[in-house]
């Protein structure tokens, strides 16, 4: 089992920053894929951010590329997205997800917190 609690979320204006923090907890924390997943109302949820358990390896969906950038700290096991150049349309309820298996499916995720972008 694996619980998962998101921070940070908030309102911000367009090209604004803000950092989501996830806090992990149960399974060992550098054993397991981290994932940063977003739903906007009235669209499906996308990943838009994955990193390796060990740190090494980042993938990116193309909407956040080169504005948001994903990280963790093994030692304190939690995740991060520090969310730059923030646009309306990234306004979405954002999910950290773990990945245990290893098969790009977050069998675990937090509850999410709210990013709203005005313009």
């Known amino acids: 089992q694996v619980q998962l609690v998101e921070s940070g979320g908030g309102s911000v204006q367009a090209g604004g920053s803000l950092r989501l923090s996830c806090a992990a907890s149960?399974?060992?924390?550098?054993?397991?894929?981290m994932g940063w997943l977003r739903q906007a109302p009235g669209k499906e949820r996308e990943v838009i951010a994955r990193i390796h358990r060990s740190g090494v390896s980042t993938y990116y969906a193309d909407s956040v590329k080169g504005r948001f950038t994903i990280s963790r700290d093994n030692a304190k096991n939690m995740v991060y997205l520090q969310m730059n150049s923030l646009k309306p349309e990234d306004t979405a309820l954002y999910y950290c997800?773990?990945?245990?298996?290893?098969?790009?499916?977050?069998?675990?995720r937090g509850q999410g917190t709210q990013v709203t972008v005005s313009s």
């Open positions: 997800a773990a990945d245990v298996n290893g098969d790009l499916q977050y069998d675990y």
């Open positions: 149960g399974r060992t924390f550098s054993s397991y894929a």
